[in-house]
């Protein structure tokens, strides 16, 4: 079992429509959770930061933490094409390290 | 500038050659990463470090592999006898840390450079 799981996609919506993207991890102590962005040929770029149970919203962005299902979601509202990327999701390992393990990335499309 | 920085952006090698990559992070962030990422692939950990030590190398995958940070501001990451594996894109990171009572506490929350990608032939 992978440590962070994600599908890799690509996961395919219209504009204007809600993108959820999904991502389950291992590590039951890990209390830190991230979502990345990567564009094609781009390095990765910090969108979201969730650390408690629950939703968290910025702007378009929903980060949605379950520690119980070990489960952490994005959604993006109103999707645009320019939100067409890979999304990797970031968990920190439990324990006093400060290592963050990446998913494999899901790659969504927004389709004009 | 005010990024992250990696040199060179382009490495190209031949099988069993040393090579030397770069990195200089962000002014006043005390913890520093290299992950290495394969196409298709999230970014694989190696190793980071908290000031001038290494904190975690437990994702340096062999012998061959080794990083350095002696001042606690740029860093080398250090590939010896390169193989055809190796190639990939070599990410540094760098991240502020927070005083914490058991010590710097990392944010977790990384800003990378724009990478140094390997191909070894």
């Known amino acids: 079992q992978k440590e962070v799981e994600q599908n890799s996609g690509p996961l395919s919506v219209p504009e204007g429509a809600i993108a959820s993207l999904n991502c389950t991890y291992s590590d039951r102590g890990s209390q830190s959770f991230f979502w990345y962005r990567q564009y094609s040929g781009k390095s990765p770029e910090l969108i979201m930061s969730?650390?408690?149970?629950g939703d968290k919203e910025d702007g378009r962005f929903t980060a949605q933490l379950n520690k119980a299902s070990q489960y952490v979601s994005l959604l993006i509202r109103d999707s645009q094409p320019s939100d067409s990327a890979t999304y990797l999701c970031?968990?920190?390992?439990?324990?006093?390290?400060?290592?963050?393990?990446f998913g494999q990335g899901t790659t969504l499309q927004v389709k004009p | 500038g005010a990024g992250v920085s990696q040199t060179p952006s382009n490495k190209v090698t031949e099988k069993g050659k040393y090579v030397e990559l770069r990195c200089d992070p962000i002014s006043g962030h005390t913890a520093l990463y290299w992950y290495r990422q394969s196409l298709g692939q999230g970014p694989e950990f190696l190793i980071y470090f908290q000031g001038t030590g290494a904190a975690d190398d437990s994702g340096l995958p062999n012998d061959r592999f080794f990083a350095v940070r002696p001042e606690g501001s740029v860093s080398t990451l250090k590939i010896q006898r390169t193989e055809r594996g190796d190639s990939a894109v070599y990410l540094c990171?760098?991240?502020?840390?927070?005083?914490?009572?058991?010590?710097?506490?990392?944010?977790?929350?990384?800003?990378f450079g724009e990478g140094s990608r390997l191909t070894v032939l």
């Open positions: 969730i650390y408690s149970n």
């Open positions: 990171a760098s991240s502020l840390s927070l005083r914490a009572s058991g010590g710097a506490l990392n944010t977790g929350e990384l800003f």
């Open positions: 970031a968990v920190k390992a439990s324990g006093n390290t400060g290592k963050l393990i």
